[in-house]
């Protein structure tokens, strides 16, 4: 065991991840006895499978918890009388919450917080915290009570906590985004999702060991571009069937060689991996116009999108699933074959994404994270022949006042929604800003488009960074017109040509005044930075090749890192006539070609094909693939293509790449 130990701890040091630390003697057996005995304890009622989740239940079934996101509390909801008991103040973005063997604390995972906190529900106070690693996320809990397993999606890792010392005793790799996770009813096995990959680890929780790291196939090409197909991204939700050998992930699929177009690009779907092995089984994925097939009443299958959860009924032969992005509930019939056959179309609520079941598999609680309230849907007895899933009165309001305005409420819920009978920016609800931004960032994808190949860009500082796109052809938020229309499907009787009409101004400015909120899109903290926060060695060095001898400072300036910030006309404002601080850096792709410009610019905002807008290196360390293309993999990978058009990097050693490129990964 002190052999693991010591692996461990190198392997996180030689690699820039915190150091675990652990003190000899007594503290190492004892978390050797915490590891290998929490897969065998067990409540004599045999638990259950975990998933990660915004919402939990009491064992009894009596009381619900739930994470309220941004408004940063946590409501202890009565589950029969529908009531809010008590709203308890926690650390900044909750996301999912674990409850303690004895139903005493609940154990909540705050983004922003970088921590973990122990709340006491009777005293509605925050007990103590744990940091387990840069923006802790998803969280399950042993079946004995005795330990705690915390993705950490900046990290990179799963932090192993002791939930009576409060201690992190073992944090290992796990990806490079991990989220979502689930933990089998014995707790022999952890699984954890790579939000962006799609690659799904399953650890051995007695060593913390990977047994298997597989990411989930592509679907394949179809001469009709409007039918399900792509690469498998943004994992939501990991679930195990009550019988533990399956699992369901939920997560999109993008289409990235055809030219961006809502009915086009973006699917819904969920995957069947087995629990033992981590092998998909590529005959179970649900998709859109497959197993997910709900006709209307033409006969026309209803367009859902963006999954977020999975439950399963008690003996496992229906699955439920939710539809984030266009707020509808899908029941799966497992037992007879698997397929889709009733849907709830547009449940109350806004952004639904997260759910539990009551003890007696009579109702669905469903957890709305934007408009902070809950649904209540009845289920049929299993008994019973064609019954259907319906809503149960009003949706309950969880929180006692929004931290955000009704203008940046409304302009969060627009980011996220793709309920186009709600909201006009979308089409007949196939795909919200998030479906392409994923959490408002990246998907590590590129996408086709009609100027080239295009990198999914980040939104993290979008406007205070200059032009806007890779070409710099847009220079204020209004011009989104043409996304709207052109790829997501809405607002088409707009002419983009004229000033917004008022409704649809209306919506712009919502969007607008959520993402210039300073905590809706932070910038990404480096986990590569010493453990204090400051920039290694090799970076300091770095960092005095980026200002000096590669003269990388020259056009990514400033605070913000870029010199389009300087784009602007005589009065000051930017400008697309200002062409000045576009760059030819060598990366034009055969693909790229030039761009006669577009109504909203007057056709005056033509772009040469080469011609680049310098994107920010905030938290570029989070934002792989690199270029305008994604045709970087790597940041090395940059460097080493620019020669000196991008940059003077010619004649850098492969010590000063080194050394460039830990700075670059560590600027925050």
């Known amino acids: 065991m002190g052999l693991l130990l010591f692996f461990f701890r190198s392997k996180l040091q030689n690699n820039g991840w915190r150091a675990i630390k652990l003190t000899a003697g007594a503290a190492a057996l004892a978390v050797m006895a915490l590891l290998s005995g929490c897969s065998h304890s067990g409540d004599s009622a045999s638990p259950a499978p975990q998933s990660g989740s915004s919402i939990v239940m009491s064992k009894d079934g009596d009381t619900l918890y739930i994470a309220n996101g941004d408004t940063n509390t946590v409501s202890v909801v009565d589950a029969k009388e529908r009531k809010v008991k008590k709203e308890i103040s926690v650390g900044k973005e909750p996301r999912e919450l674990a409850l303690s063997a004895d139903g005493s604390t609940l154990y909540v995972t705050c983004r922003y917080a970088n921590s973990v906190e122990w709340v006491d529900i009777d005293k509605g106070t925050v007990l103590g915290t744990v940091k387990t690693g840069i923006e802790p996320y998803g969280i399950v809990e042993s079946p004995d009570g005795k330990l705690l397993y915390v993705t950490n999606y900046r990290s990179g890792t799963v932090a192993v906590v002791d939930t009576e010392s409060r201690a992190v005793l073992k944090e290992v790799k796990a990806g490079t985004n991990p989220r979502a996770v689930a933990i089998a009813a014995d707790g022999g096995k952890l699984y954890v999702s790579d939000y962006l990959t799609s690659a799904t680890t399953i650890f051995d929780t007695a060593s913390m060991d990977p047994l298997s790291a597989k990411k989930l196939a592509d679907s394949p090409d179809l001469p009709d571009r409007k039918k399900s197909q792509g690469k498998p991204n943004t994992v939501e939700q ?37 629990a033992q092995t981590g092998q998909e089984d590529a005959k179970s994925r649900k998709e859109l116009f497959k197993a997910i097939d709900v006709k209307d009443k033409f006969g026309k299958t209803i367009i859902v ?53 009551s003890k007696d598999g009579g109702s669905l609680y469903i957890h709305n994270s934007s408009s902070h309230d809950l649904t209540v849907v009845t289920l049929p007895p299993a008994d019973e022949e064609g019954g259907q899933a319906r809503v149960d009165g009003k949706p309950l309001k969880l929180i006692g006042q929004d931290r955000l305005n009704a203008q940046q409420r409304l302009g969060k819920t627009l980011f996220y929604s793709a309920n186009s009978d709600d909201f006009a920016l979308t089409g007949s609800n196939w795909m919200s800003c998030a479906s392409c931004h994923s959490d408002g960032e990246v998907d590590q994808l590129s996408i086709m ?52 009409p008022a409704d649809a101004k209306k919506l712009f400015d919502a969007l607008k005044a959520y993402m210039t909120m300073p905590d809706a899109f932070p910038v990404p903290q480096s986990p590569f930075r010493t453990e204090d926060g400051q920039l290694t060695a090799d970076a ?14 020259m056009c990514h300036a400033a605070d913000v890192m870029t010199d389009s910030v300087k784009a602007t006309g005589s009065d000051g404002k930017l400008t697309t006539d200002n062409t000045s601080f576009l760059h030819n850096v060598g990366t034009v792709n055969s693909a790229d070609v030039d761009y006669g410009g577009d109504a909203r610019g007057a056709f005056s905002n033509k772009r040469e094909r080469g011609l680049f807008d310098t994107p920010t290196l905030r ?19 940059v460097i080493k293509r620019a020669g000196d058009e991008h940059g003077h990097t010619s004649d850098l050693s492969e010590k000063e790449i080194s050394d460039l490129v830990s700075y670059l990964k560590q600027i925050q």
Not at 625 to 635: E, F, K, N, R, V
């Open 238 to 274: 990991l679930r195990l069937t009550p019988d533990g050998k399956s699992l369901w992930e939920a997560h999109l699929l993008t289409n990235t060689d055809t030219p961006v177009q809502f009915e086009e690009v973006i699917f819904p779907a969920l995957s069947v991996v087995d």
């Open 305 to 357: 999108s963006n999954p977020t959860d999975i439950v399963f009924s008690p003996d496992g032969n229906k699955a439920y699933a939710l539809m984030g992005g266009s707020e509808d509930l899908l029941v799966f019939d497992i037992a007879r074959g698997g397929r889709a056959g009733q849907i709830i179309h547009h449940l109350p609520g806004d952004l639904p994404i997260g759910m539990v079941m």
């Open 449 to 500: 488009t009609a100027k080239g190949p295009r990198n999914i860009p980040s939104n993290v500082l979008a406007f205070e960074t200059g032009l806007f796109m890779w070409d710099g052809s847009r220079d204020e938020f209004d011009d989104y017109i043409h996304t709207v229309q052109g790829e997501m499907g809405g607002l088409s009787d707009v002419d983009p040509a004229k000033p917004l």
């Open 540 to 553: 300091e060095r770095g960092k005095a090749i980026f200002e000096g001898k590669a003269q990388c400072v």
């Open 619 to 637: 938290g570029v360390y989070a934002t792989a693939p690199y270029l305008h293309d994604g045709s970087a993999a790597t940041l090395e990978d």
